[in-house]
Each structure stands twice: as C-alpha cells, then as structure tokens.
Nanobody, 121 residues
Framework: QVQLVESGGGLVQPGGSLRLSCAAS????????MGWYRHAPGKQRELVAT???????NYADSVKGRFSISRDNAKNTVYLQMNNLKPEDAAVYYC???????????????WGQGTQVTVSS
C-alpha cells in the first residue's frame, strides 16, 4: 500500500516562510511527476507547482519567484519552500503524484491528506 504523508503546514504572518514536505511510502520503484496543489474555501483546487523525476519544474504564475519545489528521489519526497507568503496563499495544500511504479504495479493519481497553511497577522 502506498501512502503520501504531508507535513510542515501551520500559521505564519504575511511575508513569512514555510516549508512543506511530502513523503511517499511503500514498495515504490519510481515516481514520475510530483506536485503540490491547494484548495482555498470558495475556490477550486489549483495547481501550485510540479517537478518531474528529472527536476524540471512548473509553477503557477501566482507563486513564481516566491515558491520553490524540489525533490529527493532517494527518499521519494517532494518539498515546497514558500517564501514571502501572502494572505491569498492560505489554503489546504495537497501533495500529488501522477504515476508511480510499485511492487504491485503502476499507481496513478495519488493524493496526500492535505496540510493547512494559514497566513495571517
């Protein structure tokens, strides 16, 4: 069984920083694209950033220059460094893996449980 476990959310003041982590556990041989999405009240879930196994990144325009996504393939972990946070960044952040190859075969579209990010003074 494969799980995505997120950590690192919390309360931060505007202009502050947080670092989110998401570790995939289980009998995993490889992971393709890992990413972060967020869902704020009254809004649709939106893409924040993605990173391929080769390190190619993609960001939402709203976070470019402030957020940085990275991954440690040996640890099956993806990170999201969030700097200069704004109140509009407040949301539940979800980790996503589009495809991973496991001992039991490929697994598609895995999601973490979500971690709350609150930006408020």
């Amino acid at each position: 069984q494969v799980q995505l476990v997120e950590s690192g959310g919390g309360l931060v003041q505007p202009g502050g920083s947080l670092r989110l982590s998401c570790a995939a556990s289980g009998s995993i041989f490889s992971i393709d694209v890992m990413g972060w999405y967020r869902h704020a009240p009254g809004k649709q879930r939106e893409l924040v950033a993605t990173i391929t196994s080769g390190g190619r990144t993609n960001y939402a325009d709203s976070v470019k220059g402030r957020f940085s996504i990275s991954r440690d393939n040996a640890k099956n972990t993806v990170y999201l460094q969030m700097n200069n946070l704004k109140p509009e960044d407040a949301a539940v952040y979800y980790c996503n893996v589009d495809r991973m190859v496991t001992r039991l075969g490929p697994v598609f579209g895995s999601w973490g449980q979500g971690t709350q990010v609150t930006v408020s003074s």
